[in-house]
């Protein structure tokens, strides 16, 4: 059987559109209450701007955007796992990696999926 070569184009709007949920699920909320001074408040801000600025790439001809708001948002994971290594991996592994696998796509691969 051949793949569904038709399907490529589905499958990355429905990553984007996945990604866009997860983000908003999880990264919304902490974002509106404003606290400025904590780290965690610019990591969501970068999540949120970083998932539009992912769809918005979508809807573009060239990839640029899309490369670089999928190599930040394979990055952010990384930060996150990175400080919380010691402690919390193993609960949120799960929590990192999905946004980290669905950046990483999008970075090495851009619109021409």
């Known amino acids: 059987m051949k793949p569904f070569k038709s399907g490529i184009v589905i499958a990355a709007w429905l990553l984007r559109m996945t990604l866009a949920w997860f983000i908003y699920k999880h990264y919304f909320q902490p974002f509106i209450h404003f606290e400025w ?3 965690d408040f610019y990591i969501d ?3 949120l701007l970083f998932g539009i600025l992912l769809i918005a790439g979508g809807l573009m ?3 640029s955007l899309t490369v670089v708001s999928g190599l930040a948002l394979f ?3 990384i930060i996150q796992l990175v400080r919380s290594f010691p402690e919390d ?3 949120v592994l799960l929590l990192y990696l999905i946004p980290l696998s669905v950046g ?3 970075f090495s691969g851009g619109n021409n999926n």
Request: proline share 6%; charged share 10%; hydrophobic share 45%.
């Open 37 to 39: 001074k904590t780290f």
């Open 45 to 47: 801000t970068a999540y």
């Open 89 to 91: 991996a193993g609960s």
């Open 61 to 63: 001809q060239k990839a």
């Open 104 to 106: 990483f796509y999008f």
């Open 75 to 77: 990055i952010l994971p």
